[in-house]
């Protein structure tokens, strides 16, 4: 039951953040279901490695490097769904700023309901 609120969050977050930023487009609900399974997908899976492999560069820049990565995976997963659009890096660099504040806002709201059952 996590997995799926957690995957109606993303999908939620994913959809709002696209219709607030003109640089990303999603098709619809489903094609937002699927980022949000790719995106979670790339960062459990491949994220850790390329952390992993840019330690070095991640410490030069005390830790910004990162942020770098997160919009690369926005482009990989732009890439691997159809229906989701990017128009290039600092679009997705901002799309994944955006994107974990209001993942981050759902969580919250969704902890301040469970709070109050």
């Known amino acids: 039951m996590?997995?799926?609120?957690?995957?109606?969050?993303?999908?939620?977050?994913?959809?709002?953040?696209?219709?607030?930023?003109?640089g990303v487009h999603v098709d619809g609900i489903l094609t937002a279901?699927?980022?949000?399974?790719?995106?979670?997908?790339?960062?459990?899976?491949v994220k850790p490695l390329i952390v992993l492999l840019t330690i070095p560069v991640t410490v030069v820049t005390f830790g910004f490097f990162l942020l770098v990565i997160n919009a690369l995976m926005i482009l990989l997963a732009d890439r691997l769904v159809d229906g989701f659009k990017v128009g290039g890096f600092w679009w997705a660099l901002i799309f994944s700023l955006v994107l974990s504040f209001?993942?981050?806002?759902?969580?919250?709201?969704?902890?301040n309901i469970k709070s109050h059952e």
């Open 102 to 111: 209001i993942t981050s806002v759902l969580n919250k709201l969704q902890l």
């Open 2 to 22: 996590k997995f799926v609120t957690h995957l109606i969050v993303s999908s939620l977050a994913v959809l709002i953040s696209a219709y607030l930023l003109p």
């Open 33 to 45: 279901i699927l980022v949000a399974v790719v995106l979670s997908f790339l960062n459990s899976i």
